[in-house]
């Protein structure tokens, strides 16, 4: 069996390969349409013209599926740990919540591109990264609540790296976007896909398009974190019937139905 396929691992490396998917898949194909510059763009502006925009969206509808389905895991598996601790199993419920968020930001940045509803899409990346990092703070927490019971203490001190690099690129791409977006290189930066090296305001534009796509692999890098936890679970369905047939049947009319038939069988 390979590492992949104990217990539900496949859920973290599905996301994670398939998020980078997306993001390099509508990356070349701007680039190859000269849609965007080859240095370093921002990760919405590969998904702004079509066809690109349609990779975009479709494949990160499905990332915020995948996100959903990892968030939900990461929650059961907790709760199943920690059953008796009620600060985990609050903050396991928070964590929920926020996952959830979240996914929901993921899919508001795939079908709001940018350069048609600009709020809407800030809105979507505000969800997704600023109620992500908060996850990913209280996964963080959650960490260092169960070790060394529950797991050793390397984990909690990688989720923590990964979650200060997250933090250091949200201020980075924040300060960074004030700056350029302040009105002193000019308006309707927004729309604007292609940029001079020798224009005003291009070392802001450079340091905020690396600031997000920095953003976007610390997210990614910290999901990878869950590959070994989740190695440790399955998740099955449990079937149950609460009648013989789909029908609205009278319970009496179904009993004397079911004695006819034992009858003629016999």
């Known amino acids: 069996m390979w590492w992949f396929q104990q217990g539900l691992s496949v859920l973290p490396?599905?996301?994670?390969?398939?998020?980078?998917?997306?993001?390099?898949?509508s990356y070349i194909?701007?680039?190859?349409?000269?849609?965007?510059?080859?240095?370093?763009?921002?990760?919405?502006?590969?998904?702004?013209?079509?066809?690109?925009?349609?990779?975009?969206?479709?494949?990160?509808?499905?990332?915020?599926?995948?996100?959903?389905a990892t968030v939900y895991v990461r929650y059961k598996q907790v709760y199943a740990l920690n059953p008796d601790k009620s600060k985990i199993i609050k903050l396991n419920k928070i964590g929920l919540t926020l996952g959830l968020m979240s996914c929901f930001g993921l899919c508001i940045i795939a079908n709001f591109q940018k350069c048609i509803l600009y709020y809407v899409h800030?809105?979507?990346?505000?969800?997704?990264?600023?109620?992500?990092?908060?996850?990913?703070?209280v996964q963080t927490i959650?960490?260092?609540?169960?070790?060394?019971?529950?797991?050793?203490?390397?984990?909690?001190?990688?989720?923590?790296?990964?979650l200060l690099w997250c933090c250091s690129s949200i201020v980075s791409m924040f300060v960074s976007s004030v700056v350029l977006y302040s009105g002193l290189y000019g308006t309707n930066l927004v729309q604007k896909l292609h940029w001079?090296?020798?224009?005003?305001?291009?070392?802001?534009?450079?340091?905020?398009?690396?600031?997000?796509?920095?953003?976007?692999?610390?997210?990614?890098?910290?999901?990878?974190t869950y590959i070994r936890d989740f190695q440790k679970i399955s998740l099955r369905a449990v079937v149950s019937l609460h009648g013989q047939t789909l029908y609205n049947t009278p319970q009496s009319f179904m009993t004397d139905e079911q004695t006819l038939l034992v009858a003629g069988s016999i």
């Open 13 to 25: 490396v599905a996301l994670v390969v398939w998020s980078a998917a997306s993001f390099v898949f």
């Open 29 to 68: 194909t701007a680039i190859v349409l000269h849609h965007v510059d080859p240095l370093v763009p921002y990760i919405s502006d590969t998904g702004t013209i079509p066809p690109e925009r349609c990779i975009f969206g479709i494949m990160l509808n499905i990332s915020a599926f995948l996100g959903l």
């Open 122 to 137: 800030v809105l979507g990346a505000c969800l997704t990264f600023g109620v992500g990092a908060v996850y990913m703070l």
């Open 142 to 162: 959650l960490s260092y609540l169960m070790q060394p019971e529950v797991h050793s203490k390397d984990i909690f001190w990688i989720r923590l790296t990964v």
């Open 196 to 224: 001079n090296p020798q224009e005003e305001g291009y070392t802001a534009h450079i340091i905020s398009t690396v600031s997000e796509w920095s953003l976007a692999f610390s997210f990614l890098s910290f999901f990878l």
